[in-house]
C-alpha cells in the first residue's frame, strides 16, 4: 500500500468501514513502516476522539489518551487478523483430513468389493 491509499483510508480505519480482510492487514503494515502516515492516522484518529465522533474502542477506556487508544486498537486488529489466519489454516488441515478420511474409506470399500 502506498501513501496516497493509506491517507484515503484513514477514515474507513477510524470509523470501523475498512473491510477486515487485506485492507486492514495493507493498512496496519503500512501504519507500522511509515511513520508520516502513522502521524497522520494519529492526528485524525486523535481529532475525532476529542470531537467525539468516535466513541472509545474499548468499554472503560475513555479515559486514555488517543494514542494509547490508537495503539491498542492496532493491535487488537493485528490479534484479530492472526486469530483469521490460524482459523483458515485449520479449516484448510480438516479439510485435507476429511478428504483423506473418505477416500481411505472410499479405497477400502472398492478392495471389499473386488475381493467379495
Known sequence: MNCEVFQEKINDFIFDR??????LEDFLSHAKECKD????????????????DVPAPFEGEETKK???E????IE???EYLQRQKSYKKAARI????ILAIVLSTFSYVIVK???F
Open 94 to 97: 480438516s479439510i485435507i483430513a
Open 70 to 73: 490508537l495503539q491498542d486498537l
Open 76 to 78: 487488537y486488529y493485528d
Open 113 to 115: 468389493i473386488i475381493l
Open 18 to 23: 475498512i473491510e477486515y480482510s487485506e485492507d
Open 37 to 52: 502516515c502513522m502521524e497522520e492516522l494519529q492526528l485524525y484518529y486523535t481529532i475525532h476522539r476529542g470531537l467525539e
Open 66 to 68: 488517543a494514542e494509547e
